[in-house]
């Protein structure tokens, strides 16, 4: 047989295998400090959950086309002498595209992040 449908059969066996000895031999003692939150192994006093701002993520969201864009272009660069006048013209079309897209969140305020979205924290924390 190939060693590759060896190691494709044998492995889920062998992590079932392992899996099962856990679940028969582990010990299953549970306390207050295993069962609550990890904190730096000390017992929170307070609440620890606060809100996040959203607006975070939305400038996330926006910064991967971005991203994605110059994991797009670097096959250009590579093949740069090989290519003719059209994939210059589409490199072009395709950068006014994303240019066309930056000035549209810039227009909208996409990326503003104004102060007055900020969570209140106050009727969040939770004191002993």
Do not use: W
């Amino acid at each position: 047989m190939n060693t590759f449908i060896i190691f494709i059969i044998l492995m889920p066996i062998v992590g079932f295998a392992l899996l099962a000895v856990n679940m028969l031999l582990a010990v299953y003692k549970p306390y207050n400090e295993k069962l609550g939150a990890f904190e730096c192994g000390l017992t929170s006093f307070n609440q620890t959950r606060l809100a996040f701002n959203a607006a975070f993520i939305l400038v996330a969201m926006l910064f991967t086309p971005f991203d994605l864009e110059m994991s797009t272009l670097l096959p250009y660069v590579m093949s740069i002498y090989l290519v003719s006048n059209y994939g210059f013209t589409m490199v072009l079309m395709f950068l006014l595209m994303l240019i066309m897209g930056f000035v549209y969140e810039i227009n909208t305020n996409a990326l503003k992040i104004n102060k007055h979205n900020k969570p209140n924290t106050d009727s969040l924390i939770y004191k002993l």
